[in-house]
């Protein structure tokens, strides 16, 4: 008989355990036996967060002691994403908590996947944001991130039969045990009315309903928990919850009709990324939170500082594009009718104060309101608006050169047609600063939409480009690389990836190639796990991996990519006896809900997906995917997996990208326009590992200008036709083969987006991808020279910038 093996002791509780259960017990209310994953997760939340609210404190008592100078982020999306991995390894503890969790049969990933993820924002502006906040905590920086604390954020994206169908998000679903609520940080915020008085004596805005904003904090953890700053969402509530008098009387609908109407500002992100949406709601949003967070910031000021008049030595609010614009005239309003100082004051304080960051030149994108709108809605700032615009034009009509056509771009209104006031105007007019998120982005700024503002205040424009930061996107999402380079060079990049430079030589080193490849495989094995077990499609971990995943948008042209797969399919039936590279394409990206054509784009990739990888005569060597509900979390599951990285926009739309920059940094290859940050990219990798293709910036507007004919060239184009000819015959679309007819045929008329005119180029350019790729170690060479060249793309650099050369606080 066998010996009987005593079972191994259970190791001892550590102190940190016993902390994670007195937690459960005492604040979730739960025992260890009934504890379920997400009770756990917010008791280790929690216990963590009690020891993150020490260093929270000691950040508020030194900036409050040296009079620092403080930055303030105003911004309508973060995109922050899960919390706990990152404030995990932020503060080291990462392997403590997952060893004490263990010793009470909790598996750390297994909750750290439950953790909702915070989708307060659309995309790359949004996920900007939350960059932005974990780099000024990084580099000590005293900074606020203000922003609105949505009940739903970004949809759920579900795909149905193909077709994008939006579900609403439910993160607070099981309360958020990362953020606490300041009962005593309320204001008063107020919409429409009347102003009482004139423009000499006191002016008073009366305004005929309010609510009340209310803060909740989250705290942000910079990298070695060095700093805790916080990130302050606003909340609304009626003043009066419930109206007794009506309750009383019977009407118990309209005495919560105040609480409802103020929950409405809060209740939703508008879902749309590139066009303005012009509704009411979405500017009582605008100014609900611009308002709650100026007063909370004047406050602030004046309780540290006592003077009002220093504002612009101990204040910086950068406006993250021009949804908090409203700010500026909501300053001027505070400074004048509250603070009393006079307009020549009040406004130099304010264009000290602000700076501006524009994130896009599409004309769709920028905002403008309806005067009758915005004066019924904010009659005050109406009139400070009309007095700053007054101020302006004459200063503009002083200047020599400026014809009537100029002073019209400069004007706060757009006198076009019904009248609109011009957002980006007031953000840049009031502004010291106005920046750009990529070199050519700011470029273009200057050339067209900001033209005749630029010539005005020709000091004014600047460029920052953007940056990602490494920690979310290296050494939380990719543990494997992270340890590679580690033991390669060391830990210094983890405190400043300049240093992943002294990885480049390692790209001539055979046993490190196969060691990095060996990564990238292994983070390839587990996608196509995740992508097996959740839409049952099976993937070659071994293909090559190419990857698109953006917001969907035409500019973005995830079109392009779509047709030269057809192309691909179309030439692998035709010539199998050829050696191709076997691929698979991976999609995954929203659309607005009511963008007609990307939703018909993300039904495209559907159905070409179903019917390639359903088609025995591609063998294993084509295989599409469209991953739903594209999210931060499952970027950051996609990326480390990456081979190939899409950023094929029409040169001159995308303003920088930032998803370009997370696949570089993981070790993939980029195919791509001269557009954006692609340009700095490939500057920084050198232009033998990246591949670039077709028009420039440059090279679209002259098409634009001139007489671009798509039809002619696509005729042109043999490989062109046949795939176009098939998607718009129904080929992919038995069901229905009229669905994309019109699709199609936008490309033959107009193609504003230029897919035709750069398709045989993108083609060549895919073409030499693949003879790359048999080349393995040429390729992983490559690879690695991305990793070690676009170290310089961290936030903390952007950010550094922004400090030295906005703020002023570095
Ligand atoms: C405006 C008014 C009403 C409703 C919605 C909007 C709205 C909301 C979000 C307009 C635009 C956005 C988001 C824009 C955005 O994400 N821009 C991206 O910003 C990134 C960070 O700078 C850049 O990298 C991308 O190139 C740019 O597209």
């Keep these: 008989t066998e010996p009987e093996i005593a079972p191994a002791p259970a190791p001892a509780r550590s102190p940190l355990a016993d902390r994670i259960v007195d937690t459960l017990i005492h604040r979730i209310g739960k025992d260890e036996r009934a504890a379920r994953k997400h009770d756990w997760l917010a008791a280790t939340i929690l216990t963590l967060r009690d020891e993150i609210i020490d260093k ?150 009366k305004p005929a309903e309010a609510v009340e904003a209310l803060a909740y904090d989250t705290p942000v953890v910079g990298w070695r928990g060095k700093r805790v700053n916080t990130l302050r969402l606003w909340s609304a509530r009626a003043f009066d919850p419930i109206r007794l008098d009506a309750f009383n009387a019977g009407d118990h609908i309209g005495a919560l009709a105040g609480q409802v ?214 050494m939380d999402c990719n543990p494997g690389l992270t340890a590679l380079v580690r033991d390669a060079i060391g830990a210094e990049f983890c405190d400043d990836t300049a240093k992943l430079q002294s990885l480049d030589s390692f790209s001539n080193d055979p046993s490190f190639r196969e060691r990095f490849s060996g990564v990238k495989r292994s983070n390839k094995v587990g996608l196509s796990n995740f992508i097996g077990e959740s839409m049952g499609l099976r993937l070659d971990p071994d293909a090559l991996f190419d990857v698109q995943i953006k917001r969907v948008h035409e500019y973005k042209r995830q079109l392009l990519n779509i047709i030269e797969t057809v192309a691909l399919y179309d030439q692998i039936r035709s010539h199998p006896e050829e050696d191709w590279t076997p691929r698979v394409k991976i999609f995954a990206g929203k659309a607005a809900s009511s963008y007609h054509n990307a939703k018909l784009i993300i039904k495209l990739a559907n159905d070409v997906a179903k019917r390639v990888n359903s088609d025995p005569s591609v063998g294993g060597l084509l295989k599409v995917a469209f991953l739903p509900n594209y999210n931060v979390s499952l970027a ?50 050198g232009d033998d590992n990246i591949v670039i293709f077709g028009l420039t910036a440059d090279e679209v507007a002259a098409k634009r200008a001139g007489s671009y004919r798509p039809r002619e060239v696509i005729e042109g184009s043999r490989e062109l036709s046949q795939a176009v000819n098939a998607i718009a015959s129904g080929v992919f679309s038995p069901d229905d083969p009229s669905r994309y007819r019109e699709l199609m045929n936008g490309l033959y008329d107009h193609d504003w987006f230029m897919v035709a005119a750069d398709f045989d180029a993108y083609t060549a350019a895919q073409r030499a991808v693949d003879a790359r790729w048999a080349d393995q170690a040429g390729w992983q060479a490559a690879a690695i020279r991305n990793v070690a060249r676009v170290g310089w793309f961290s936030s903390d650099r952007t950010i550094g910038e922004y400090a030295r050369e906005i703020w002023g606080v570095m």
Excluded at 165 to 176: I, S, Y
Excluded at 412 to 429: K, P, T, Y
Excluded at 640 to 669: R, V
Aim: with cysteine.
């Design 56 to 205: 929270w404190m000691a950040s508020t008592r030194q900036a409050h002691a040296a009079g620092a100078k403080r930055v303030y982020y105003l911004s309508l999306e973060f995109l922050i994403g899960r919390l706990l991995r990152d404030a995990l390894s932020n503060l080291g503890r990462n392997a403590e908590v997952g060893d004490a969790l263990a010793v009470l049969g909790v598996d750390l990933a297994e909750i750290e996947e439950i953790e909702p993820d915070a989708a307060l924002g659309n995309g790359g502006l949004g996920r900007l944001a939350a960059c932005f906040m974990e780099s000024m905590a990084t580099l000590d920086l005293p900074a606020y991130g203000y922003g609105i604390r949505y009940v739903n954020g970004m949809f759920r994206q579900r795909i149905d039969d193909g077709w994008q169908v939006e579900l609403p998000e439910t993160w607070l679903a099981h309360g958020n045990p990362w953020e606490f609520e300041r009962r005593e940080s309320a204001y008063f915020v107020g919409f429409g009315g009347e102003v009482i008085g004139n423009e000499v004596g006191h002016v008073h805005w």
């Design 261 to 474: 109407r103020a929950e409405s500002l809060v209740r939703v992100l508008y879902p749309s990324d590139s066009s303005a949406a012009g509704q009411e709601l979405r500017l009582r949003q605008e100014y609900f939170f611009s308002s709650a967070s100026i007063q909370d910031i004047v406050r602030r000021h004046v309780q540290y500082f006592g003077d009002i008049r220093t504002l612009p030595d101990k204040a910086a609010i950068q406006l993250n594009d021009t949804h908090p614009a409203v700010s500026v005239a909501e300053l001027m309003r505070l400074l004048i009718d509250h603070h009393d100082l006079p307009f020549d004051e009040a406004w130099e304080i304010t264009r000290k104060t602000f700076g501006y960051t524009n994130h896009t030149l599409l004309p769709e994108a920028l905002e403008s309101w309806p005067l009758p709108l915005f004066e019924r809605l904010l009659p005050r700032h109406m009139q400070l608006i009309y007095a700053i615009n007054g101020r302006v034009l004459r200063e503009a009509r002083k200047s020599d050169g400026m014809s009537d056509q100029a002073v019209a771009a400069i004007s706060l209104i757009d006198e076009n047609g019904e009248r609109r006031v011009r957002m980006a105007n007031l953000a840049f007019v009031g502004s010291h600063s106005v920046n750009g998120v990529a070199a050519l982005h700011t470029a273009l700024m200057k050339q067209t939409v900001f033209a005749d503002l630029h010539r005005l205040y020709p000091a004014r424009i600047n460029n920052k480009t953007n940056g990602i930061t490494p920690r979310r996107w290296l």
């Design 636 to 685: 950051e599951r996609i990326i480390p997996a990456a081979d190939l990285s899409e950023q094929i926009s029409t040169a001159g739309m995308e303003a920088s990208g930032t998803g370009n920059m997370k696949f570089a940094l993981n070790g993939a290859l980029t195919i791509g326009t001269l557009d954006g940050a692609n340009i700095e990219i490939k500057e920084h990798v």
